[in-house]
């Protein structure tokens, strides 16, 4: 397994049939989410970060039709809006999104562009409670970011973006303020996906082999800020942490070689509360997948 840059290498390598065959369709769901955010009344200015973002969907599926080489940046660029596009779709009701939803509507959503983003962590937001949903968990938008109602009342997830590794103690703190108003009970989600190195992606012969790099990767970060993390569950700041990491990958022994893999780690320690390990567990053991 390597990480690679793939700046130097041509894009269209990376694709095959079975990729080939959604091309249409994620520039169709990416034309849904502009039909979404005009439902609600968020505009996307013309030439704005957005607009240009979601274009990379309607540039890869035109290249393909006529046969046309494409560039890794669109390739991956339109890997993340197939992302977002879905992540907002299965959300399109979710009256606690307006906000997030201008959010991103106003920000820098390229993957590789590491200025601080107000869309981004909005996204990520989006992103989580749509999967907690896919896991079976009854969850919505609202304070401190998400609630989730798994059967023992609402259970608050405060989340974060990781911007640097400097500034992961301060992100702690500020979720572990926002958790506040709940006695602290609750889960800090923190996203790595602006720790991957720009530009590059995962080479490795199968998923497998992709989820557990980066699988190390969340675990490398944790070990890295263990202190921290320990820190706030024995202050009881928090019940324990959710850590996930999304890259691109390139995956050559699989049908569909190019990827946008999701890897996440839940974690809580031993010096944890009786009653806080209790409601981690139940968090965990909660969720359908």
């Known amino acids: 397994m390597t990480m690679q840059d793939i700046g130097r290498e041509n894009g269209k390598k990376f694709l ?9 369709q994620v520039a169709s769901k990416a034309q849904f989410v502009k039909e979404i955010f005009a439902t609600r009344g968020v505009k996307i200015g013309t030439g704005s970060a957005l607009e240009r973002f979601l274009k990379q969907a309607d540039i890869l599926s035109q290249a393909w039709d006529e046969q046309r080489e494409v560039g890794p940046k669109v390739l991956l660029e339109a890997a993340h809006v197939n992302k977002l596009a879905d992540a907002i779709t299965d ?47 009854r969850s919505w938008s609202a304070e401190p970011d998400i609630l989730v109602n798994y059967g023992a009342g ?52 199968d998923r497998e082999g992709a989820s557990d ?27 324990g942490f959710l850590i996930s990491t999304s890259a691109a990958t390139v995956l050559l022994n699989e049908a569909q070689p190019f990827n946008l893999l999701t890897q996440r780690l839940l974690w809580n320690m031993s010096a944890a509360t009786p009653q806080s390990a209790k409601r981690f567990r139940d968090f965990f053991a909660a969720q359908k997948i």
């Open 154 to 205: 609402d259970y608050p997830v405060a989340c974060k973006k990781i911007w640097s590794e400097p500034g992961v103690q301060s992100q702690v703190r500020k979720a572990g303020k926002q958790l506040r108003k709940f006695q602290n009970h609750g889960i800090i989600a923190l996203n790595l996906d602006d720790l991957v190195p720009a530009g590059h992606v995962i080479f490795d012969r």
């Open 213 to 239: 790099f980066l699988n190390s990767f969340n675990l490398a970060f944790k070990e890295r800020n263990r202190s921290v993390f320990d820190k706030a569950i024995v202050d009881k700041k928090c019940d």
């Open 16 to 24: 095959s049939d079975v990729w080939t065959d959604t091309y249409r």
């Open 91 to 137: 959300l399109s009701d979710e009256p606690g999104i307006q906000e997030a939803l201008k959010r991103i509507a106003g920000s820098v959503m390229q993957p590789d562009d590491r200025t601080l983003s107000q869309g981004k962590d909005a996204l990520w937001e989006i992103c989580l409670l749509a999967d907690f949903r896919k896991a079976g968990l």
